[in-house]
Structure formats: C-alpha cells, structure tokens
C-alpha cells in the first residue's frame, strides 16, 4: 500500500505560476514510478507528467509544451511539480499517483486504465483565471 497527499494546489492568474507536491508513504521501494495526472470538471482525467529511474527519467504530456516540470526528493518521499506560463485550459483537480515503474509510460498516455493498480492521491485544486 501506498499512500501519497498532494498540496501547493490555489488560484492564480493566466501566465503565473504554481508549485504541487505530492509525499508518498508506505510501499514506496516497490512502485518507483510516480507521476501527476488531472482531471477538469466534466472531462477525462490525462496524464501530465512522470518521474521514474530513480528520478532520471521523466515524461510529459504533449499539452505541457515545456511549461511544467517534474522533479523528485529522494530524501522526503516527495515528488514536485513545477508549473510555470499557466492558462485558463490547465484548470483542474491535480492527482498525485504511485504505481510499478513497468507502468509508468502507457499510465502517461492513459491513466484511466490504472485507476485499480497504481495508488491516488485526493488531489489539489488548481484554479486560473484570465
């Protein structure tokens, strides 16, 4: 079992800035791989970034469009992202996930079809305005 808590999510204008962290406990030696997805109201829940090889690998959704950045602390169980240049379009609930690093490339591409075996945060709410 994994459990992770998100924080850092508010409300901020078009073309700011937000910093998410997500701090995992339990099980972290096995799922390797976490990751950051979000879910809009109303719309399907998209894989925005992962972090896997001890850190020495990442990946983004094609939206980020190098705007975000995912990085990891060892030290703190923690993994962060950096948001930078946000719009209106990125305004959604922000989940953290954990999951085997065996899954790690397709939960980016679709993370809906491991809602039942990687592990969820609650999310943090993540508001821009124009």
């Given at each position: 079992?994994?459990?992770?808590?998100?924080?850092?999510?508010?409300?901020?204008?078009?073309?700011?800035?937000?910093?998410?962290?997500?701090?995992?406990?339990?099980?972290t030696s096995t799922n390797t791989c976490m990751g950051w997805s979000r879910q809009a109201p109303?719309?399907?829940?998209?894989?925005?970034?992962?972090?896997?090889?001890?850190?020495?690998?990442?990946?983004?959704?094609?939206?980020?469009?190098?705007?975000?950045?995912?990085?990891?602390?060892?030290?703190?169980?923690?993994?962060?992202?950096?948001?930078?240049?946000?719009?209106?379009?990125?305004?959604?609930?922000?989940?953290?996930?954990?999951?085997?690093?065996?899954y790690c490339p397709d939960w980016l591409m679709r993370p809906r079809a491991y809602y039942g075996?990687?592990?969820?945060?609650?999310?943090?709410?993540?508001?821009?305005?124009?």
């Amino acid at each position: 079992q994994v459990q992770l808590v998100e924080s850092g999510g508010g409300s901020v204008q078009a073309g700011g800035s937000l910093r998410l962290s997500c701090t995992a406990s339990g099980d972290t030696s096995t799922n390797t791989c976490m990751g950051w997805s979000r879910q809009a109201p109303g719309g399907p829940r998209e894989g925005v970034a992962v972090i896997y090889g001890g850190g020495g690998v990442t990946a983004y959704g094609d939206f980020v469009k190098g705007r975000f950045t995912i990085s990891q602390d060892n030290a703190k169980n923690s993994v962060l992202l950096e948001m930078n240049d946000l719009k209106p379009e990125d305004t959604a609930f922000y989940y953290c996930a954990a999951m085997k690093e065996s899954y790690c490339p397709d939960w980016l591409m679709r993370p809906r079809a491991y809602y039942g075996s990687a592990y969820w945060g609650k999310g943090t709410l993540v508001k821009i305005s124009s």
